[in-house]
């Protein structure tokens, strides 16, 4: 009993992560077509705004300072890159992918390679009954992705900037006819996806570490979510990642976390395979 | 027809090989200058930029130092710095260019074992020189390398007696999914097993991996003593800081590690690294002239807040081998004639004595420190110089000679 509790806790954190790191990618995704392979990159942004900001004092400042940075980025590149690809989806990948390389070796001639310090603000556990405890930050990390989930879905569904989000990710033809600008959606999606990163950067990173590239590990577990998850939709994101977090926390426990990593992406290789859905959608 | 294009391609072939020619005679014998050209081929861009430049910029310490007293019998260095970018691919390109176009005495580079062995047949091939400062798992001995990292049985020979004196017989042991951290294990094993020790458990976890959660908690569940780690890189910060946000620290579950280093406790800050221990041939705390001369010269270069670790100490260390070794090797700067002069070579510097054996090893001291508030390692055992073994028979029953021969 304390083993299936241990797994279900510690499954909700890895999901709970995988969850902040999915949410930015899938919402570009989902409404502009484009895969943002530059995601992991604008999380190592949102990790160092969030160190510079705690070391300077204020860490209280931190999480807003990594996702104003990261979101303000993210609109200067869809400025200058990513507005040419807005229609060209495997274009937009090679374009992200550039913008990606620039933003890690920027970050590399600001900061040198080394890791940096990002500090855990709290290293204390409580107990969950059966002789178990688990990670206060990891308990925070679970509710803020899921509040944040939430949030955003609430975001979608009930305000008008929502409800534009809907109508030019359903149809784009129709939403312009309604005078609706595109491009203005586009711009502020990509803007609100990298904020988005920027903020679970902030949060995973007192976990984990900080460097140049340790963008892609998120990438690659974000892009494993959004591949799985129903396009564009915050509740199946949500399950998927929870879903993967539990799917990892039960093999890892029983058979160790290199078998974890197999059986999860071999899972992943036969839903994507058998469900002969492509992966660039064909409406843009 | 086809007549006519042989002949054509006969001729761009030939047009080339004599062009060939001609830049191979213009190039120098080596040494035949007022340099010496030594290549120096780490990563300065790329995922690994961030453990190599530290190394390359040590090396580069050494090289000024080296030319500023005088360079070696009256000729300066000249380092030939390449960037092989964390790829393998280039690496070989990169040591091709030092080897066949710049014609280096030496190299001093690589990193991982998958670049050392990438870069290996080319200077196997052409028979010249790499000087590899990194530590290593060893299980190889090329003639044409001179191995100047720490391998494994030169720390745990002595510190996991120790360590199961000292902190419980129990042992959980826990590594990275490689070739290093395997033989690391598998070496510490054997060693438990034979001290009246037993391995509670052994796991790996990918390369890479920063997701410890259901790791630390096997560990809290287990009735290991301690933990025996050999997790690298950007995992090792992951695992201690996630060690602690479960609320365990060193004191109550000690931590022995092969290879943690200031680099990463400067990443991961003090606080998460305090009281764990680290067996290794070199700490930046270390007491002597020699190395508070390494660290101040260090940090005027690259600023106070720079570390020095094992593997900057190592990749130094060695500018000043090779130095030694061309001063032995008088006129003759062949790669042949410096293999033969390398055996023997000893120099003291940061991280004491070192001595090139005739394996191409080199014998180093053996030290177990452990963390301290402000992130330095206190030096809690110092179990003097310790020759290498490539082959411990741990792992290898039979080992081959030493170094192996070219086939």
Not at chain 2, 238 to 254: E, I, S
Request: include cysteine.
């Amino acid at each position: 009993m304390g083993t299936l509790l241990q797994i279900l806790f510690q499954g909700l954190g890895i999901g709970s992560v995988l969850l902040l790191g999915a949410l930015g990618l899938m919402i570009i995704y989902g409404v502009m077509g484009i895969i943002n392979l530059a995601h992991g990159d604008f999380i190592m942004v949102g990790a160092y705004a969030s160190v510079v900001v705690s070391s300077a004092g204020l860490s209280v400042l931190s999480v807003p300072a990594a996702v104003v940075a990261a979101a303000g980025i993210g609109l200067l590149a869809d400025v200058v890159v990513v507005k040419y690809f807005y229609n060209n989806p495997v274009a937009s990948m090679l374009g992200t992918f550039g913008i990606g390389m620039v933003l890690q070796t920027v970050v590399l001639l600001v900061f040198g390679p080394e890791l940096q310090r990002s500090e855990l603000p709290i290293s204390s556990s409580v107990s969950i009954g059966f002789g178990q405890s688990f990670s206060v930050w990891r308990l925070i990390l679970i509710l803020v992705a899921l509040a944040t989930a939430a949030l955003l879905a609430y975001f979608i569904a009930r305000t008008r900037y929502g409800l534009t989000i809907r109508l030019v990710t359903a149809d784009r033809g129709v939403a312009s006819s309604l005078g609706i600008r595109s491009t203005t959606t586009n711009r502020w999606t990509f803007a609100l996806g990298c904020g988005l990163a920027g903020f679970s950067g902030a949060l995973a990173a007192p976990l984990s570490n900080v460097s140049p590239t340790m963008g892609v590990n998120y990438l690659a577990n974000a892009f494993l979510v959004v591949v799985l998850a129903k396009l564009g939709d915050v509740r199946s994101t949500t399950a998927w990642s929870l879903g993967l977090g539990l799917a990892l926390a039960t093999v890892s426990t029983a058979a160790g976390d290199v078998m974890a990593t197999i059986v999860v992406w071999m899972l992943a290789l036969i839903i994507v395979a058998t469900r002969r859905k492509s992966l660039i959608p064909a409406r843009v | 027809m086809r007549k006519t294009r042989t002949l054509i391609s006969l001729g761009l072939v030939a047009g080339l090989l004599a062009t060939t020619a001609a830049c191979a005679s213009g190039g120098e014998d080596p040494g035949s200058r007022d340099t010496i050209k030594l290549g120096l081929l780490y990563s300065l861009t790329g995922d690994l930029s961030t453990v190599e430049t530290p190394m390359h910029d040590a090396a580069l310490l050494a090289v000024d130092e080296i030319n500023a007293a005088g360079g070696i019998n009256g000729k300066t260095i000249e380092p030939v710095v390449e960037d092989y970018a964390s790829d393998n691919a280039k690496a070989v390109e990169k040591a091709t260019k030092l080897v066949d176009e710049d014609k280096v005495v030496a190299t001093l580079g690589m990193y991982t074992s998958a670049s050392r062995l990438a870069v290996l047949p080319k200077f196997q091939e052409t028979d010249s020189l790499l000087l590899y400062a990194v530590v290593t798992e060893g299980l190889e001995c090329s003639p044409n390398v001179i191995y100047t990292g720490i391998t494994p049985a030169q720390t745990l020979e002595q510190t996991i007696p120790w360590a199961l004196q000292t902190l419980g017989k129990k042992v959980y042991m826990v590594g990275s999914d490689y070739i290093y951290p395997h033989t690391v294990n598998a070496i510490a094993k054997k060693l438990i097993e034979q001290n009246g020790g037993e391995v509670v458990s052994d796991d790996y976890f990918p390369l890479g991996h920063s997701e410890f959660g259901t790791a630390v908690d096997k560990i809290r569940n287990s009735d290991a003593d301690w933990v025996f780690s050999s997790l690298v890189a950007g995992s090792i910060p992951a695992f201690y800081k996630q060690f602690h946000a479960a609320g365990l620290d060193f004191d109550q579950m000690p931590l022995v590690s092969s290879i943690t280093s200031e680099a990463e406790i400067q990443g991961m800050g003090a606080e998460n690294a305090v009281g764990s221990y680290t067996a290794s041939s070199y700490f930046q705390s270390i007491d002597t002239d020699a190395n508070q001369k390494f660290v101040e010269a260090i940090q005027a270069k690259y600023g106070a807040d720079q570390f020095t670790d094992r593997e900057m100490a190592a990749a130094y260390s060695s500018v000043y081998l090779f130095k030694e070794a061309v001063e032995a090797a008088g006129d003759d700067l062949s790669a042949d004639n410096l293999k033969k002069v390398f055996p023997g070579i000893t120099y003291e510097g940061p991280q004491g004595a070192l001595t090139v054996e005739p394996n191409n090893n080199t014998t180093m001291s053996s030290l177990l420190g452990k963390v301290g508030s402000d992130g330095q390692f206190e030096i809690v055992k110092d179990f003097g110089e310790v020759a290498a073994d490539p082959f411990p028979a741990s792992v290898v029953p039979n080992p081959p000679t030493c170094p192996t021969p070219v086939e």
